[in-house]
């Protein structure tokens, strides 16, 4: 039901992620692609919390309770959870040089569940 409206909603800018197993990268532009990429076998955790935050932002942006840019960035938190992603995206690094985003996708939950 929400496919037809997830292919139109675009990022602001695309999030490249590439599958350490298979080195297969793909560049999402949408909340559509972003979706098939959390729900198809190579993503490497589909247990994470963040995973199921974001899980949760992309269908609330398909029903326009959370922003395409507030989906991304819970997209972008879920592939550094994974840990087993590069992600082009935001990211900012902590005093250990550990990337981390730059925002956090907790303020999603109050609008995404």
């Known amino acids: ?4 409206v997830m292919k139109h909603i675009h990022f ?5 992620v590439t599958f350490d ?6 560049l999402i532009h949408t909340v559509w692609e972003a979706s098939g990429c959390l729900a198809d076998g ?3 955790d589909r247990s994470g919390p963040i995973f199921e935050m974001a899980a949760r932002a992309l269908r609330g ?3 326009g ?7 991304r960035q819970a997209f972008v938190d879920a592939a ?4 087993t992603l590069v992600v082009s995206g935001r990211r900012k690094r902590n005093h250990g040089g550990q990337a981390t985003s730059s925002r ?3 303020s999603l939950s109050s609008k995404s569940g």
């Not at 039901?1 to 037809?4: E, K, N, S, T």
């Not at 602001?12 to 490249?16: E, G, L």
């Not at 197993?21 to 793909?26: D, L, M, Q, S, V």
């Open 104 to 106: 956090s996708s907790s």
């Open 1 to 4: 039901m929400f496919g037809a």
């Open 61 to 63: 942006a398909a029903q």
């Open 21 to 26: 197993k298979t080195g297969e990268t793909r």
């Open 80 to 83: 550094l959870e994974a840990r």
């Open 12 to 16: 602001d800018r695309p999030v490249r």
């Open 65 to 71: 309770q959370v922003t395409a840019q507030e989906a």
């Open 42 to 44: 190579k993503w490497p």
